[in-house]
């Protein structure tokens, strides 16, 4: 199956700070998502991004599908946004059956 | 977004017992819901995948008599933990994707489950 690959597996950043975080996998994708997991265990949709380059707020998401891997952007980070960050694909013929990455755990502090 | 309740968010119960878990869709249509487990620190690992009105699709080395799945309706999928043991305490999630969400994954709040 798919592997997914998160970096970095861990982040610190003071409130108001920029920060990327990556998601490489294996073989083709026609499905590509984000979620981020709070602490209290709820998953929230960020993006569907199989491909291409969306905005929504102080998050933003580019997947280069040729290249096997997506970026995800948090901008002026907020304490909210503490929390796991999961990246999720599906290969071609699997539709919507997910397989997730590994995380990034994320600690935004004041 | 799409709404996805999950019930009940915590049980605890005795070895051996049984327990349902309810995940209902509230705003759409799901033709497909998906069940994950998830150890402390962990990443999500699908368990099974069921379509409304058919048999469940379970993962490689998840024992389909001690996890029933039922999707008997577009809006509400059972996960049922037969005769359960210390080891099959976990976190719970589904998710589910239909009519209009297509291929975008909404999640239940999850269950977490301890068996004493």
């Known amino acids: 199956g798919i592997q997914v690959e998160q970096s970095p597996p861990d982040l610190i950043l003071q409130e108001g700070a920029n920060s990327t975080l990556r998601c490489n996998f294996s073989d083709s994708v026609n499905n590509l998502q984000w979620f981020h997991q709070n602490p209290w265990g709820q998953l929230i949709n960020l993006f569907y991004?199989?491909?291409g380059t969306k905005q929504n707020g102080r998050l933003s998401a580019t997947t280069v599908a040729t290249e096997r891997y997506s970026l995800l952007y948090i901008s002026s980070s907020q304490t909210t946004d503490s929390g796991v960050y999961f990246c999720?694909?599906?290969?071609?013929?699997?539709?919507?059956?997910?397989?997730f990455g590994t995380g990034t755990r994320l600690q935004v502090t004041l | 977004g799409a709404v996805v309740s999950q019930h009940p968010s915590r049980v605890i119960c005795k070895s051996g017992t049984s327990v349902k878990i309810e995940c209902r869709s509230l705003d759409f249509q799901a033709t497909t819901m998906f069940w994950y487990r998830q150890f402390p620190k962990q990443s999500l690992m699908l368990m099974a995948t069921s379509n409304e009105g058919s048999k469940a699709t379970y993962e490689q080395g998840v024992e389909k008599d001690k996890f029933l799945i039922n999707h008997a309706s577009l809006t509400l999928s059972t996960l049922t933990v037969t005769s359960a043991h210390p080891e099959d305490s976990s976190f719970y999630i589904c998710?589910?994707?239909?009519?209009?969400?297509?291929?975008?994954?909404?999640f239940g709040s999850g269950t977490q489950l301890s068996v004493l």
């Open positions: 991004i199989p491909s």
């Open positions: 999720a694909v599906a290969g071609t013929g699997t539709a919507s059956k997910l397989t």
């Open positions: 998710s589910a994707v239909g009519v209009p969400t297509n291929e975008k994954l909404f």
